[in-house]
């Protein structure tokens, strides 16, 4: 079984530009949740999808960063504009809900370089 | 809100030597609780989880760690490195029943040398 892949492994953009993480989760895991760290400090949770719908978003930074799940398949996170302290590591995990519980698998994440 | 503290951010251990990593929570309800490994360029693995049942949890690679409640600990235990066991280890809640979402401590660096 495929884990989660996420494109690209490395992005280098300067201050200003848009990016866009793409994230494909487990085939039939439901949930989709997106991470970040930033250098230095903890992961932190961004958002969370439910099949296509926002399930919680209390995470996303600011309205910068825009996620969507289209058919509740893959997902992506779009930063527009880029700025300097969006630079860091954003981790996509998926899961399904099983008898009350869950665990998060996650992707290898992609590194993002702002400039 | 749950949190996580890592006790330690740096553990360097010499090969076939015991590790021990703390982790401590709180929370206002039960917890699901996990270990992720990182090696280096990699992604986030699952090490081990504690859902429910024994509060002594196997893992992957050799791994142990032990749920205390009354403590509110996590600590996660090998009882002899690997050179290979170098990585970055993060603990990890989410609370039961409620949104699932992960908070992650910030992170232990073991560093095994021979």
């Known amino acids: 079984e495929a884990g989660v892949t996420q494109f690209p492994s490395h992005s280098v953009i300067e201050k200003g530009q848009t990016v866009t993480l793409r994230c494909d989760p487990i085939s039939g895991h439901d949930n989709l949740y997106w991470y970040r760290r930033v250098m230095g400090k903890e992961i932190k949770f961004l958002l969370h999808?439910?099949?296509?719908?926002?399930?919680?978003e209390s995470g996303m930074p600011n309205n910068r960063f825009l996620a969507e799940r289209t058919g509740g398949t893959y997902s992506t996170l779009k930063v527009q504009p880029a700025e300097l302290e969006d630079s860091g590591v954003y981790f996509c995990?998926?899961?399904?809900?099983?008898?009350?519980?869950?665990?998060?698998?996650f992707g290898p994440g992609t590194r993002l370089l702002v400039l | 809100a749950q949190s996580v503290t890592q006790l330690d951010s740096q553990v360097p251990v010499f090969e076939e030597a015991p590790v021990e990593l703390r982790c401590n929570y709180s929370?206002?309800?039960?917890?699901?609780l996990f270990w992720y490994v990182q090696y280096p360029n990699q992604g986030l693995q699952l090490l081990l989880k504690y859902l429910s049942g024994s509060t002594l949890v196997k893992g992957i690679n050799g791994f142990e760690a032990e749920f205390n409640k009354s403590q509110t600990s996590f600590h996660l235990r090998k009882p002899s490195v690997h050179i290979s066991d170098t990585a970055e280890y993060f603990c990890a809640v989410s609370e039961v029943s409620r949104d699932y979402k992960l908070s992650f401590g910030a992170g232990t660096t073991v560093t095994v040398r021979a």
């Open positions: 999808f439910v099949k296509e719908s926002k399930q919680d």
């Open positions: 995990a998926s899961s399904q809900r099983l008898a009350g519980t869950e665990t998060q698998y």
């Open positions: 929370s206002s309800v039960s917890v699901y």
